[in-house]
């Protein structure tokens, strides 16, 4: 069966520190993968998605960068973090056409509180 | 333009009582759509999907959802509700219009914070 792990689970940051968080799913092959914030009370926001290796569309304009070296690794980075970077980060994969369907599966996420 | 939206922001019921989560959308096209589960400082559990085939869904844990085109309506329903069950629930519509293909086009609702009394 298929599994999603992201870490680590929980970090604090200072303010201008870089950020490195890691996703990697196993048990399948060529998987969409997709990186999500959600802030307190604002819902999920689409921050980036990826259909293939070192193929990354960003939804949303910031500091924050992904990449994807491995079929199965999503990494999301940021050379300096931001105040406004606080929040809860997940990661997700999906097989097929989004949402015909197929549905996404979620990480535990990453709890990030920058400082 | 496409939407989802949740109703309540917060539901309380009692363990033992019906529960009812509310979700109306907008879509241009057939739209599929799906609900999710959130315990805290998780990530999102799906707990059924809806993609044009049964009108009425079954999900895990004994929830399901009823797709009423009429009403633009996929209300979440489980007949007794359980301390376990206390969490944020997500009503998510996908519509392939926009994007077609396998990009990101999901959208969730704002979610609903369903509290359990014993």
């Known amino acids: 069966s298929q599994t999603i792990h992201q870490w680590p689970a929980t970090l604090v940051q200072p303010v201008g520190s870089p950020l490195s968080l890691e996703c990697t799913v196993e048990g399948t092959s060529n998987p969409n993968l997709y990186w999500y914030r959600q802030a307190a009370g604002r819902g999920l926001q689409l921050l980036f998605y990826s259909v293939g290796i070192g193929q990354i569309s960003s939804e949303v304009p910031q500091n924050l960068s992904a990449s994807r070296p491995q079929d199965r690794q999503f990494i999301l980075s940021s050379k300096k973090l931001l105040l406004s970077d606080s929040g809860f980060y997940l990661c997700?994969?999906?097989?097929?056409?989004?949402?015909?369907?197929?549905?996404?599966?979620f990480g535990n996420g990453t709890r990030l509180t920058v400082t | 333009a496409q939407s989802v939206t949740q109703l309540d922001s917060h539901v309380s019921v009692s363990e033992g009582t019906p529960v009812l989560l509310r979700c109306n959308y907008s879509?241009?096209?057939?739209?599929?759509l799906f609900w999710y589960v959130q315990h805290p400082n998780k990530g999102l559990q799906l707990l059924l999907k809806y993609t044009s085939a049964a009108t009425l869904v079954k999900g895990i844990n004994g929830f399901e959802a009823e797709f009423k085109k009429s009403e633009t309506s996929f209300h979440l329903t489980k007949p007794s509700a359980h301390m376990s069950d206390a969490a944020e629930y997500f009503c998510v519509v996908s519509d392939p219009g926009r994007y077609g293909g396998s990009q990101g086009n999901l959208i969730f609702g704002k979610g609903t914070k369903l509290s359990v009394k014993p």
């Open positions: 997700a994969w999906t097989i097929g056409v989004l949402g015909v369907g197929s549905p996404l599966h």
């Open positions: 879509s241009s096209y057939s739209p599929s």
